[in-house]
């Protein structure tokens, strides 16, 4: 699923649409305190997220991909969205 919009909406949460309407507020409070992500304490840099179609991403080399937001939003699996898309490609 492509991701068409990322917002920041406060603290470490961000704000996501993705092309199929599917939308949600998502908290990234665990994430910055891991790895490569403790950079983006730094609420200033935080701020700077944004979609690249497939990933939340806040410079070339620092991104998450979308796929798992959207999962978490929608609350299917990897395999149902497999099915849906072959269904879709199939009619």
Do not use: C, P, R
Request: cysteine-free; hydrophobic content about 35%.
């Amino acid at each position: 699923m492509k991701l068409t919009s990322v917002k920041h909406i406060g603290g470490y949460s961000l704000n996501v649409i993705f092309e199929d309407d599917v939308k949600g507020e998502i908290d990234l409070s665990e994430l910055v305190n891991k790895g490569i992500f403790q950079t983006l304490k730094d609420i200033t840099q935080f701020k700077k997220a944004f979609s690249t179609g497939y990933s939340i991403a806040w410079t070339d080399e620092l991104e998450i991909d979308a796929l798992n937001i959207y999962l978490q939003l929608t609350g299917k699996s990897l395999q149902e969205i497999n099915q849906t898309s072959v269904d879709y490609a199939t009619n």
